[in-house]
């Protein structure tokens, strides 16, 4: 079935309280893709935001964030009885201020919420949530430094597990939000389930150091005695850096891991199965070959290519969830082999037209009849289709309204026509960021790589009209090119 869909991290959604969260703007949100006869809506992750706000680099893999509580949700439940506006019309999420912002009203919720079956259910389905409590309230109490610089009878908690007097309000705090967080999220998911909408999630291979997901499983990484990691994640040096990219994620045991029947990596991933009907793995070719850096080497340009047991691990998951549905993120520079072990699993692969463009040869370059691939406009780490589009010389625009057969048509058009190529082509999956269905210049870019902090992971809608307004338009498209 040729589907289509939208990627629009939650963040960028419109809120009465600065930031788009699981409220009443997301439900709209729904509808009105439900209305364009598209399938799917693709988020980035939900998880605790880590050092830039980066949702790449949270503080755990399950747990998710609670700047995306909706107080219009907890008003509605009696929790809280009114939250004013806060930075509505605001383009930009102002992560610190909405963060003060809302936790006033966050723990006014937990001071009125009585703990019911439900919520022993929940604590008692989901055992990670303690381990996670614990940990969130320990580096909040250490000021938020990296786990390995806490004292050490907070460092080795994780180890003997004593009491911990004085914290357990702290705790018990943290496990409230997780269960609010969990109960706001999967009703959203039955709502935009009910009316057609499949919800893709999108988790990085890696966990970053700074996370309980390494405090609590040491064992499973690479690591010396300390918890500083021996060897770390990056890619080596290509056209685009000489350095390479170190990104300082600590390195799997992929041994230990194996001897272990790979349980990290299926508890991540099942759990993960419950929140998102389909999962999008960044950097999937690290399950055929990753690039061991040394922890000392202050650049990627010392390493080695070390092949991962992708066959076995994949194996593994499959005889455990057969079900679980994942989409390869398979871009750049690879060897064949990873493509071998895409195609062994029949995971859908992807391809990003705007990379696409040969100047050369007045035509893309990529081979777009296959089938069984997500085709993108681009994604939340590339320019938006109109920056990129100005960013390019005046030949090069020349040669890309050629193609498009956009002349005599402004540039506003030009995320238009890459839609509509998008659309045409053969993938079964085509997703198109929100910024260039409203088609947005670079002001309204989610992210550039190799960047940290403002305006990183930033962008905000402060209306849904533009998308409505775009209803029939991409209604007619999807109609055209024969896709829901």
């Not at 959203?188 to 389930?193: E, G, P, Q």
């Amino acid at each position: 079935m040729r589907q289509a869909g939208v990627l629009l991290a939650v963040s960028s959604l419109p809120g009465r309280h600065g930031i788009g969260d699981f409220g009443p703007e997301a439900y709209r949100f729904v509808r009105a893709l439900a209305k364009t006869g598209s399938k799917l809506w693709q988020v980035l992750p939900l998880n605790p935001l880590g050092y830039g706000n980066s949702p790449y680099q949270p503080y755990s893999s399950k747990a998710m964030d609670e700047i995306y509580i909706s107080l219009d949700l907890l008003i509605k439940d009696g929790l809280i009885k009114k939250a004013p506006r806060f930075r509505t019309r605001s383009k930009r999420v102002a992560y610190d201020d909405v963060r003060v912002y809302k936790g006033r009203y966050l723990k006014a919720a937990y001071r009125r919420f009585v703990p019911g079956s439900a919520y022993r259910r929940f604590v008692k389905d989901n055992p990670w949530l303690h381990d996670y409590a614990v940990f969130i309230t320990l580096k909040k109490h250490n000021q938020l430094q990296l786990w390995t610089e806490w004292p050490k009878s907070d460092r080795d908690w994780i180890k003997h597990r004593a009491d911990l007097p004085g914290y357990e309000e702290d705790i018990r705090y943290e496990m409230f939000l997780q269960y609010v967080l969990l109960r706001q999220w999967l009703k959203l998911k039955k709502y935009a389930n009910a009316h057609g909408i499949q919800l893709v999630g999108d988790i990085p291979i890696y966990v970053g150091i700074d996370s309980e997901d390494v405090w609590s499983h040491q064992d499973q990484f690479l690591l010396d005695q300390d918890g500083h990691p021996t060897h770390i994640a990056g890619v080596p040096p290509d056209y685009f850096s000489v350095t390479g990219q170190r990104w300082g994620n600590p390195l799997y045991d992929w041994d230990k891991m194996q001897k272990d029947g790979f349980a990290f990596w299926l508890d991540r991933l099942s759990y993960n199965a419950k929140l998102f009907d389909l999962i999008r793995i960044d950097h999937f070719r690290a399950f055929d070959t990753y690039w061991k850096i040394p922890a000392s080497c202050l650049t990627a340009v010392e390493g080695a290519w070390i092949e991962a047991p992708g066959y076995a691990f994949f194996d593994a998951l499959f005889a455990h969830y057969p079900d679980l549905k994942i989409l390869a993120e398979d871009l750049g520079d690879l060897r064949p082999q990873v493509l071998e072990l895409r195609d062994h699993y029949r995971f859908p692969g992807m391809k990003i037209v705007q990379f696409s463009f040969d100047f050369k040869a007045y035509s893309l370059f990529e081979d777009y009849r296959q089938t069984n691939m997500a085709v993108y406009t681009g994604t939340h780490d590339n320019q938006t289709t109109r920056g990129w589009y100005l960013s390019l010389s005046k030949d090069e625009r020349e040669r890309v309204r050629d193609f498009l057969r956009l002349r005599g048509f402004g540039h506003r058009r030009i995320a238009d026509g890459f839609m509509s190529l998008t659309f045409a082509s053969a993938p079964d999956y085509a997703i198109i960021p929100m910024q260039d269905v409203l088609g947005y210049g670079d002001w309204a870019r989610m992210n550039t790589p190799g960047t940290i902090g403002e305006p990183n992971w930033q962008w905000k809608m402060t209306s849904l009209d533009g998308f409505v307004a775009r209803h029939a338009y991409l209604k007619d498209l999807l109609r055209r090119f024969n896709r829901t």
